[in-house]
């Protein structure tokens, strides 16, 4: 069980996208910094819908996008913590960011 963590944005990188080849279906992401922009996109929404996907709170509230995020419909979105960061890195066998 893997966490992926992506913190770049999908329009100017590939992180996301090659994360997306590679990931399992136990294995879960987190969106920080920049990729948190991905989950405003519906067709990146819809390939994250299968997994487990983590936000970090103080990258959401810095882009001022609380609202949007909790009217997801698509996506289940945990919104986290950097010591719940933490825990799930420690739950996680293996951390990978992209």
Known sequence: MILHHIQTSATSDNALSTCL?????????????????ALLYQHLRQQLMQY???????DVQARGLQEKIDSLSQVQVTIIDYNEFVAQSLQHSKVITW
Request: no cysteine.
């Open 52 to 58: 487990q996907v983590f936000v970090l709170q103080d």
């Open 21 to 37: 080849r590679y990931i399992q279906a136990a294995d879960s992401i987190l969106l920080a910094d920049d990729a948190i922009n």
